[in-house]
C-alpha cells in the first residue's frame, strides 16, 4: 500500500477522507492561494489543487499527495477565502438568496514517478436569504471558507438545495478521489 499525504491543514478535508477508511498523513503546502482573473473557474480550481500537491511531492521521496482547492462561483465571479471581517460580509451578502456553483479542484501526484491525475467537480448550491443579523455572525465564524459559509455547520442553516456532490461543497469529493486512488494502485 502506498503511503498518502493530504497537502492540506483542512480539518474538513481530513475527516472526509477519513470517511474513505484510509491511514494518512498530512503535511500542509502552505502555498498561496491567488485567483488568477480570466481563467476559467474549472481550470483555477485544477491548477491551486496541482500547485499544492505538488509543493507536497517535491520535499518527499515516495509516497500519493492529494492537493484540493475549492472555490466558489457566484454570478459569474469567482470568490475564494475571505481577507477580512468585512469582505466576509460582502461574500454572504452576494451569496444571499442565490445559487452558485462550488468546484473543488483534486491532484494526486506520485512522489517517486511524478505521475499525476487532475480532475475536479462542481456542484451548484441554493442559498436561503440571509437576514442581515445573521450576517455578522456567520462571517465571524468563517474567515477560513471559500465563500464565507460551511455547508457542514448545522447552525448556520444557509442551504436550501444542492445540486451534485455534498462533500464536494463541504471541501472534498470522495467517490472521485476513491477512483482517482484506485488507478494509482490505492
Same mark, same amino acid.
Request: aromatic share 4%; net charge positive.
Given at each position: 500500500?502506498?503511503?498518502?499525504?493530504?497537502?492540506?491543514?483542512?480539518?474538513?478535508?481530513?475527516?472526509?477522507?477519513?470517511?474513505?477508511?484510509?491511514?494518512?498523513?498530512?503535511?500542509?503546502? @502552505?502555498?498561496?492561494?491567488?485567483?488568477?482573473?480570466?481563467?476559467?473557474?474549472?481550470?483555477?480550481? *485544477? /491548477?491551486?489543487? &496541482?500547485?499544492?500537491?505538488?509543493?507536497?511531492?517535491?520535499?518527499?521521496?515516495?509516497?500519493?499527495?492529494?492537493?484540493? %482547492? !475549492?472555490?466558489?462561483?457566484?454570478?459569474?465571479?469567482?470568490?475564494?477565502?475571505?481577507?477580512?471581517?468585512?469582505?466576509?460580509?460582502?461574500?454572504?451578502?452576494?451569496?444571499? %438568496? !442565490?445559487?452558485?456553483?462550488?468546484? !473543488?479542484?483534486?491532484?494526486?501526484?506520485?512522489? $517517486?514517478? *511524478?505521475?499525476?491525475?487532475?480532475? &475536479? =467537480?462542481?456542484?451548484?448550491?441554493?442559498?436561503?436569504?440571509?437576514?442581515?443579523? %445573521?450576517? =455578522?455572525?456567520?462571517? /465571524?465564524?468563517?474567515?477560513? $471558507?471559500?465563500?464565507? &459559509?460551511?455547508?457542514?455547520?448545522? @447552525?448556520?442553516?444557509?442551504?436550501? $438545495?444542492?445540486?451534485? @456532490?455534498?462533500? @464536494?461543497?463541504?471541501?472534498?469529493?470522495?467517490? $472521485?478521489?476513491?477512483?482517482?486512488? =484506485?488507478?494509482?494502485?490505492?
Amino acid at each position: 500500500m502506498k503511503r498518502i499525504i493530504l497537502a492540506s491543514s483542512s480539518p474538513r478535508r481530513k475527516e472526509l477522507l477519513k470517511k474513505l477508511g484510509i491511514t494518512f498523513k498530512i503535511t500542509p503546502s @502552505n502555498i498561496e492561494e491567488k485567483i488568477t482573473e480570466g481563467i476559467p473557474p474549472e481550470q483555477l480550481a *485544477k /491548477r491551486l489543487a &496541482y500547485k499544492k500537491a505538488k509543493a507536497v511531492a517535491d520535499k518527499i521521496k515516495s509516497g500519493l499527495v492529494i492537493g484540493a %482547492d !475549492t472555490i466558489v462561483v457566484v454570478k459569474g465571479r469567482i470568490i475564494g477565502k475571505p481577507t477580512s471581517f468585512e469582505d466576509a460580509q460582502n461574500m454572504l451578502k452576494l451569496l444571499s %438568496d !442565490t445559487a452558485h456553483k462550488v468546484i !473543488t479542484g483534486i491532484a494526486i501526484i506520485d512522489a $517517486k514517478t *511524478k505521475r499525476s491525475s487532475i480532475c &475536479y =467537480e462542481t456542484s451548484t448550491v441554493k442559498i436561503r436569504r440571509i437576514k442581515k443579523k %445573521d450576517i =455578522e455572525r456567520l462571517a /465571524r465564524l468563517h474567515l477560513d $471558507k471559500a465563500g464565507s &459559509y460551511a455547508a457542514q455547520e448545522d @447552525n448556520d442553516a444557509l442551504i436550501e $438545495k444542492v445540486d451534485g @456532490n455534498f462533500c @464536494n461543497v463541504v471541501g472534498l469529493p470522495i467517490k $472521485k478521489l476513491k477512483k482517482m486512488l =484506485e488507478n494509482f494502485g490505492a
